[in-house]
């Protein structure tokens, strides 16, 4: 009896059940809304990978090609939204869309969950496991010390390691999608866990601590032959200045600084902020005249 071949469904469902276990990310479109006439139908999917590669169609001309334009930036928020699109392909804001014919086309990634590296198992530590698996990250907590780096402190952790900071650091498994967050006890505990991963392709690395002792500790890893641009990306003093004192509050600037890192905010408050366009890093967007 012949083999039968997996529907496109079954395909796209392999795909994204993969990319959750940490495969190569994906992205899902999703016809929730077209014109009567519209060439693709609601239910309609098409799955984009982080290459460029498609599986499925939407019409198969236009409309395939604005999720296509739209995906590069999409992977960058790493989360789910919706566009608006007419019959023809032009991107449409959703009151431009309100009064004429256009396709409704839900944009959802999946990717494992990114990673909160915590080296540090102390209160601003701890706040930081609370807060960060909240936010939806897979939270691993780093400490030296067992009555700090334990599960019945960390509940919430899906990885807790005790151990010398150097040597678990040194065969940990870093990638694009990892968030490094130094908060030990002292500077040397610091620059020890830095010097392992500076150089990592951490999305994210930053370091707790005032200007002239996280300067100190930057200058003695360049001296020592770390790369300056490697150094340069590390977010010290870390955090965004909301006047935070508390070892929770400490770790809401820091967890908003990540998520800035992340999804690409401004760090102002909404109410001065021009609606940005979603995606693009602070570092990439123009200011308005006069900014």
Do not use: W
């Not at 009555?147 to 694009?176: Q, S, T």
């Not at 002239?212 to 010290?236: M, S």
């Not at 902020?273 to 967007?285: C, N, V, Y």
Request: aromatic residues 4%; proline residues 8%.
């Amino acid at each position: 009896m012949a083999r039968k071949e997996p529907t496109q469904a079954a395909q796209i469902a392999d795909e994204v059940l993969a990319a959750r276990e940490g495969g190569p990310p994906v992205l899902v479109a999703t016809v929730i809304s077209a014109p009567a006439a519209g060439a693709a139908p609601i239910g309609a999917k098409m799955l984009v990978r982080a290459d460029g590669s498609r599986l499925g169609r939407l019409d198969g001309g236009p409309l395939d090609g604005a999720v296509l334009a739209e995906a590069p930036d999409a992977f960058r928020r790493h989360g789910v939204e919706t566009v608006y699109v007419a019959p023809g392909g032009a991107r449409l804001r959703r009151l431009e869309a309100a009064g004429r014919d256009s396709y409704q086309v839900m944009l959802e990634v999946h990717e494992r969950p990114a990673t909160l590296l915590v080296i540090g198992g102390g209160h601003v530590g701890k706040a930081l496991s609370v807060i960060g698996d909240l936010c939806g990250f897979s939270v691993a907590i780093v400490d030296d010390r067992p009555e700090y780096a334990n599960r019945e402190r960390f509940p919430e952790a899906a990885d807790v390691v005790c151990g010398r900071f150097e040597e678990v650091l040194r065969d940990y498994p870093i990638d694009a999608g990892t968030y490094i967050v130094c908060v030990t006890r002292g500077h040397k505990h610091d620059e020890e866990s830095l010097r392992r991963v500076v150089g990592s392709p951490a999305a994210y690395v930053g370091m707790i601590g005032s200007k002239r002792r996280v300067g100190a500790v930057l200058q003695h890893l360049v001296e020592d032959g770390a790369d300056p641009q490697a150094v340069a990306r590390v977010h010290t003093p870390i955090g965004l200045d909301i006047g935070a004192e508390t070892p929770e509050e400490i770790a809401v600037a820091i967890m908003a600084e990540i998520i800035q890192a992340r999804r690409g905010g401004s760090g102002r408050p909404l109410r001065e902020s021009r609606k940005p366009r979603p995606g693009i890093a602070p570092a990439e967007r123009l200011p308005e005249p006069g900014e």
